[in-house]
């Protein structure tokens, strides 16, 4: 599979970087695949009715996609994953008809060894929306072999 | 909230079952383009035992945990105030279809700040065998009376 190693990588490398174009269809679907059917999340009344701009992404959306970049540079196995963590900082706003495109950067963040010999890095994403952060200390911790 | 909610833990949930076609559909739905989310084959010569879940699916599990928080009235949160402040999700191991998990429900901590509560829920998943698969660590920021 991959073959990053501890000498491979530096702080600041950019490992992954990754636009997505979200849809109100998305947000339908992620509603239905993860059972969160908080109406603020596909009805623009209800979105306006609690103070809000309109209808919003869910924040786990957010979260779950914008891993997927250091997913995919671990070649695929999300099970190299070992801990992740975000803090939710700025809605995303999904237009009915424009959507909304969210940027995921990935920089290594740190190398280190685990415990169990394995060579392991913390991932830092840098995910925005409109210019500006969506998530706060985002971070993904991973096994590199 | 109450403020004695501190080191409250909750029943463990029934167990979830989790399905190689939910999967699927969760690595659709965050839009992971993985072949080992997606076709068991490759999660097998991968050397799993079917397809991995996506890191974030441990939340479907964790929501009946929250559910059982959220639902306590002697836990007093306003569920129309909660928003999410932030989640975590350390693994001992990924979820794989055919997993059968429970989970369990600890407040870690519940703070005040400038008239807004935060609760700090910390949700233990373990397999059919007992064993550690993850943990998944919810603030839930409950807005103060405007």
């Given amino acids: 599979m991959s073959g990053s190693s501890l000498s491979d990588l530096t702080v600041g490398d950019v490992v992954a970087e990754q636009s997505y174009h979200l849809t109100r269809d998305t947000l339908v679907r992620y509603a239905g695949a993860s059972g969160d059917f908080n109406p603020i999340h596909y009805r623009d009344d209800i979105a306006t009715s609690v103070g ?5 992404a869910h924040g786990m959306l ?6 997927q970049p250091v ?11 070992l801990d992740y963590q975000v803090r939710f900082t700025r809605p995303v706003l999904v237009d009915p008809t424009a959507g909304a495109d969210v ?17 392991g890095a913390r991932i830092d994403l840098t995910v925005t929306f409109n210019g500006e952060t969506v998530l706060g200390k985002a971070q993904v911790r991973v096994a590199l072999t | 909230m109450n403020p004695e909610l501190a080191g409250r833990s909750y029943p463990a949930t029934e167990p979830y079952l989790v399905g190689r076609e939910k999967v699927r559909e969760f690595a659709r739905a965050v839009l992971a383009t993985s072949p080992l989310n997606l076709d068991p084959e490759a999660a097998q010569a991968a050397g799993y035992a079917d397809v991995v879940a996506p890191p974030t699916f441990a939340v479907v599990v964790q929501e009946h945990t929250l559910a059982q928080l959220l639902g306590d009235p002697d836990a007093g949160i306003d569920f129309s105030r909660v928003v999410h402040g932030d989640q975590r999700f350390t693994f001992t191991r990924p979820i794989v ?6 989970a369990t429900l600890t407040v870690t901590s519940v703070k005040s700040l400038g008239g807004h509560s935060m609760v700090t829920a910390e949700s233990a998943v373990v397999d059919a065998g007992g064993a550690h698969v993850v943990t998944a660590i919810s603030t839930l920021v409950v807005r103060g009376d405007e």
């Fill in chain 1, 52 to 56: 809000l701009d309109g209808v919003l």
């Fill in chain 1, 62 to 67: 957010t979260m779950g996609l914008a891993v």
């Fill in chain 1, 71 to 81: 997913v995919d540079w671990l070649g695929g196995d999300s099970g190299k994953v």
């Fill in chain 1, 103 to 119: 940027t995921v950067v990935a920089k290594v963040g740190l190398v280190e060894a685990l415990p169990n010999g394995r060579d």
């Fill in chain 2, 97 to 102: 279809a055919g997993d059968e998990l429970t």
